[in-house]
T-cell receptor, first 116, second 111 residues
Framework: SQTIHQWPATLVQPVGSPLSLECTVEGTSNPNLYWYRQAAGRGLQLLFYSVGIGQISSEVPQNLSASRPQDRQFILSSKKLLLSDSGFYLC???????????????FGEGSRLTVL | DQQVKQNSPSLSVQEGRISILNCDYTNSMFDYFLWYKKYPAEGPTFLISISSIKDKNEDGRFTVFLNKSAKHLSLHIVPSQPGDSAVYFCATGGGADGLTFGKGTHLIIQP
C-alpha cells in the first residue's frame, strides 16, 4: 500500500531563517506531488506541484521554492522566512489520471510552521 | 477568482440530525467533485466523490448531490455523530495541477 510522510511535524523559526520541509511517498512510482498551505480563512492553497523529477510548477509567487531530487521525494524550502509564511503545510500525491480516476489527492500528516 | 466556493464558514448541528454542507462552483468542465474531511493538525482525508454525469452518490451516512444547472453540490450526513465534527472541504479539478479546494466549512456536532 502507498504511504506518505512529511516532516518535521512542528517547526518554530525566526524571521529571516531558512526552511526545509521534506516529504516522501512509498509504494508508488512516478506520482504527481504537491505542496499545499492552509492559512487562516484561505482554505487549502496550492503552492507547487511536480509531475516528475526536476519538474516544478509554481502556483503562487512567494519566497518559497520546491525541489524534487528523486521520484518520490518533494522538498519545500525558503532562504529567508517571512511572518506571512506561518501556516500548516501539506504534502500530497496523486496518480497520473486515466479515464475514470477522480483526481483524488492523498495527503501527509502536515507540518505546522510558526514564524516569529 | 474562486472556482469553488463554500459560503458557510461554520455550521452547528445537533447530534442525530442531518448535516448539510454546500458548495458552489464556476467551471462546468469539471468532471469530478470531491469532499474531504479534516481534523485539526492532520492532513485532509478523502470522504466521497461524485462524477459530473451523476446527480447523487451515497456511501453509508454520507450522500453527495450534484445540481449541474445550478453549479451546486451538497454533502448530507445523516445521522450526524460527534466524530463528524471537523472541517469539510469540497474540491474539484484533478488534473496534473491537483485539486482546487473551497475555503472549508467547520461542522460542529452538538450533543
Amino acid at each position: 500500500s502507498q504511504t506518505i510522510h512529511q516532516w518535521p511535524a512542528t517547526l518554530v523559526q525566526p524571521v529571516g531563517s531558512p526552511l526545509s520541509l521534506e516529504c516522501t511517498v512509498e509504494g508508488t512510482s512516478n506520482p504527481n506531488l504537491y505542496w499545499y498551505r492552509q492559512a487562516a480563512g484561505r482554505g487549502l492553497q496550492l503552492l507547487f506541484y511536480s509531475v516528475g523529477i526536476g519538474q516544478i510548477s509554481s502556483e503562487v509567487p512567494q519566497n518559497l521554492s520546491a525541489s524534487r531530487p528523486q521520484d518520490r521525494q518533494f522538498i519545500l524550502s525558503s532562504k529567508k522566512l517571512l511572518l506571512s509564511d506561518s501556516g500548516f503545510y501539506l504534502c500530497a500525491w496523486s496518480v497520473i489520471r486515466t479515464g475514470d480516476t477522480t483526481g483524488e489527492l492523498f495527503f501527509g500528516e502536515g507540518s505546522r510552521l510558526t514564524v516569529l | 477568482d474562486q472556482q469553488v466556493k463554500q459560503n458557510s464558514p461554520s455550521l452547528s448541528v445537533q447530534e442525530g440530525r442531518i448535516s448539510i454542507l454546500n458548495c458552489d462552483y464556476t467551471n462546468s468542465m469539471f468532471d469530478y467533485f470531491l469532499w474531504y474531511k479534516k481534523y485539526p493538525a492532520e492532513g485532509p482525508t478523502f470522504l466521497i466523490s461524485i462524477s459530473s454525469i451523476k446527480d447523487k452518490n451515497e456511501d453509508g451516512r454520507f450522500t453527495v448531490f450534484l445540481n449541474k444547472s445550478a453549479k451546486h453540490l451538497s454533502l448530507h450526513i445523516v445521522p450526524s455523530q460527534p466524530g463528524d465534527s471537523a472541517v469539510y472541504f469540497c474540491a474539484t479539478g484533478g488534473g496534473a495541477d491537483g485539486l482546487t479546494f473551497g475555503k472549508g466549512t467547520h461542522l460542529i456536532i452538538q450533543p
